[in-house]
């Protein structure tokens, strides 16, 4: 089945102000596919979330989002296009002088037609489904890890965006409290009409619900390939990654 | 180092002497007093070009706000009722009790001052036109404005500040949510609100609790008072209370957002919640001057 190209990302370079780069990276992904971008420090793949979003105003190359350039929508077209991103920070930028239901409800109530029962509603689904009914009043600074996690989740998905962007989420976090997220993750990965960009440094702990692997090293594609090709470790540069080791092609600073 | 002075004290002893060193040590002093001269001249100068780059970023960030409010339309009310209220709160009902304490002090001075005076010169009938001249006028917004800009202009700067350094404000951005819009506008509008009320709370508080205070010292009867105050009173002073607070109430936390969008770590935001404050100051003085100048003059 040909499915709906929602993401093409064409020989984008670009270097941000801390140095991190990208340097001729091209991918695509069709609607419903998922895809983790992961590398070393440095690697690069903590800007492709930023240009994806449309933070990175000038870059060389292009990215389409439904066949349309990011680079080409002017102020106003820009904010409605993240609507259809949802976007889960690394550091998860909840409102600190709002409660953990009032986070979840923002972009509702900014966005959507929807009336204040409709929101209700709905945002109580989410905090149900997440497991945060005991924190709901609570504000950022009084929830634990993994519940700013699954609140900046909620968030993000609260308006069903088409494209999910996850960037180091699970950095600092508990192996054990994270699996009520894990689990959530992985029923939004499910969906056909869905799709999720994760970038992280431990792309094995999203082996089962990615359909494609991307590694970037010094700015570069160093690997790209499917699930099985990711288990398969047949790349050095994967491998080494993987190992952990300071052994290999690339050299670590 | 060493091979270097070796080889140039030959030549110096060469040459002739002391006359050698003080003509060498003249030239050390005219060379130390031209760069004390430059570094004084280069101060005001760097002062200058980076007053006129300010208010180049002044001007940006105005105009940003200006593009942003293009899409007012789009704005959801309920998104930023809970914004505007507490802030109409914190900047308005939060401030009541400080400013009914300087309105009364304020006020009795005032009055006690006058009463005390104004015989010598034989002009006590015109007490309620020097309230009004003095407290409806000018002291009433200026005062006013002062205490908003070092409470809640100084809390707008600071917050902003920490927003833009725990990475809020980017994440407001990547839901979609226009910051300046969602930020400076429900801003500007409570500070309208609250400003216009605290001025006219002010007033009242200043003219009939300082009567009030001034009755310890002084014997004025009431009906004179009243009946002099509205003697002196015109809708114009009422137009430009009005006037004053709109101006006060846009520019206060359009400054002060200004300065918190500024800091880009969280070292510099004290440096520029600081800024916030004496700058707003500063340019409440010229705006309060300007209107005195423009109506009264």
Not at chain 1, 199 to 226: C, H, N
Request: with cysteine; hydrophobic share 45%; net charge positive.
């Amino acid at each position: 089945m040909n499915r709906e190209e929602l993401l093409r990302v064409e020989s984008v370079c670009f270097t941000d102000a801390g140095g991190a780069a990208c340097r001729d990276v091209s991918f695509s992904m069709a609607r419903g596919e998922n895809l983790v971008i992961f590398g070393p420090e440095g690697s690069g793949a903590e800007v492709v979330c930023p240009l994806i979003a449309g933070t990175v105003i000038s870059f060389d190359g292009e990215i389409f989002f439904k066949g349309r350039s990011v680079e080409s929508y002017d102020y106003f077209e820009r904010h409605t296009y993240r609507k259809e991103l949802g976007y889960l920070q690394r550091n998860y930028g909840l409102i600190n002088n709002m409660s953990a239901e009032e986070n979840i409800e923002l972009p509702l109530r900014y966005h959507s037609r929807l009336s204040s029962g409709e929101i209700g509603s709905l945002v109580n689904r989410l905090i149900g489904e997440l497991g945060l009914d005991h924190c709901r009043a609570l504000r950022p600074v009084s929830l634990s890890g993994s519940e700013t996690l699954r609140t900046a989740y909620c968030r993000a998905i609260a308006l069903d965006p088409d494209l999910l962007l996850i960037e180091h989420a699970l950095e600092g976090q508990c192996l054990l409290n994270s699996q009520q997220f894990m689990r959530a993750l992985g029923r939004w990965c499910a969906r056909e009409d869905r799709s999720v960009v994760i970038v992280t440094y431990e792309p094995e702990r999203f082996v089962d619900f990615s359909d494609r692997f991307i590694m970037l090293y010094e700015g570069g594609i160093v690997f790209s390939g499917s699930r099985d090709d990711f288990l398969a470790r047949r790349n050095e540069y994967l491998d080494q990654y993987m190992r952990s080791s300071l052994d290999g092609p690339m050299r670590v600073r | 180092m060493y091979i270097v002075r070796r080889r140039i004290r030959p030549v110096c002893r060469a040459g002739s002497g002391k006359t050698m060193k003080n003509r060498r040590a003249q030239k050390a002093t005219e060379k130390t007093a031209m760069l004390k001269i430059e570094s004084v001249l280069r101060t005001p100068v760097k002062k200058i070009i980076a007053f006129g780059e300010g208010m180049r970023n002044f001007y940006r960030f105005v105009e940003s706000i200006a593009v942003s409010f293009r899409s007012i339309k789009y704005l959801r009310f309920r998104s930023i009722y809970s914004i505007v209220v507490n802030q109409t709160r914190f900047t308005g009902v939060d401030a009541l009790p400080i400013i009914v304490s300087i309105a009364l002090l304020l006020g009795a001075t005032t009055i006690i001052q006058a009463t005390k005076n104004f015989p010598k010169f034989g002009i006590e009938g015109f007490i309620g036109n020097l309230l009004v001249i003095i407290i409806a006028r000018e002291l009433g917004p200026l005062a006013t404005a002062m205490i908003v800009v070092s409470r809640s202009g100084s809390a707008i700067a600071a917050e902003i500040a920490t927003q833009k350094q725990n990475r809020e404000i980017l994440s407001l951005e990547l839901m979609g949510i226009d910051t300046k819009l969602y930020i400076v506008f429900p801003r500007i509008l409570a500070s309208i609100l609250a400003i216009f009320s605290l001025i006219i709370i002010f007033d009242i508080t200043a003219f009939f609790g300082g009567y009030l205070i001034s009755l310890s010292t002084v014997y004025i009867p009431a009906g004179v008072f009243v009946q002099t105050m509205l003697d002196a009173f015109s809708f114009s002073d009422l137009a430009i209370t009005i006037l004053k607070s709109v101006l006060y109430g846009i520019l206060i936390p359009l400054i002060c957002c200004y300065y918190g969008f500024m800091p880009q770590s969280d070292f510099q935001i004290p440096i520029f919640v600081s800024r916030a404050v004496v700058r707003t100051l500063v340019i409440l003085f010229v705006i309060n001057a300007f209107i005195s100048a423009l109506f009264y003059f």
